[in-house]
């Protein structure tokens, strides 16, 4: 499916929250791929340098939060000279249908992807409808 | 100058700025040679040293191949994303392919002592100065 055509590099979005945050910096939105399987939607969000046990999701109101922060001591004592891209913490939320079980979503996380399942409600799944 | 990151709260806010500050560097402009741009780089001074950081995420790290030579380092792979049959795509901000990205520094490098870890999505490569490099102070006799 992926195509021969070069790959390009996606400049971070920033994260525009109706809120402020109360840090001083600045929060960008991972990459998302979202597909739609027969039981379940899945949400795959690319954030590089967050690791496992730095990610936040949780469900509100309907919506759901993902949160993902940076180690930072890692960029002690580094001065950059040379730099292509920004480095943050990363924050997306979507707004889940009703079609979605909320209690049975479940994340795995490697290698700086989170991927979401999010199963659907069982009334939701698809039925085929036979003709007489 | 230099960036010196000393109030936690505010440390990933100049972090940040010093980034931003230098994206219109004209450190490597004429000195590289790239396929494309992917992936970012991020090129840091850590005392006499080099520490080069590649936001690579998803990718298996046996198809990551780093080369190194006199001031060159060269990246290359493939980043995969790979769905399940018969799925219908919402969105698609991933990207995925080939990558082959070359970069010259202004200062020699040890390939001998080069050391890549991948980690969490994020590709750190060591880069010593040969010592050849480094000043060397000469006595007066």
Known sequence: MASAQELQVQKKRELENKEETTIPARIFLPAADIYEAENDLTVILEMPGVEKKNVDIRVEDGALIVEGRLDLTNYQGLQPVYTEYNIGHYARSFRLSSKIDQNKIAAEMKDGVLSLKLPKVEEAKSRTIQVQ | ?141
């Open chain 2, 1 to 141: 100058m230099i960036a010196t990151f000393v109030d936690p709260f505010d440390t990933l806010f100049n972090l940040q700025r010093a980034l931003e500050g230098r994206l219109e560097s004209d450190w490597l402009r004429d000195q590289t040679t790239s396929q494309g741009p992917f992936p970012p780089i991020n090129v840091f001074q850590q005392g006499e040293d080099l520490l080069a950081i590649i936001e690579l995420p998803g990718i298996e790290k046996d198809s990551i191949n780093v080369q190194a030579k006199e001031n060159i380092i060269r990246i290359s792979g493939k980043k995969a994303t790979t769905y399940p049959e018969g799925v219908s795509v919402h969105r698609r901000e991933r990207m995925s392919g080939e990558f082959d990205r070359t970069l010259s520094l202004p200062v020699q490098l040890d390939p001998d002592h080069i050391k890549a870890e991948y980690r969490d999505g994020i590709l750190a490569l060591f880069l010593p100065r040969s010592e050849r490099d480094k000043p060397h102070s000469i006595k007066v006799s």
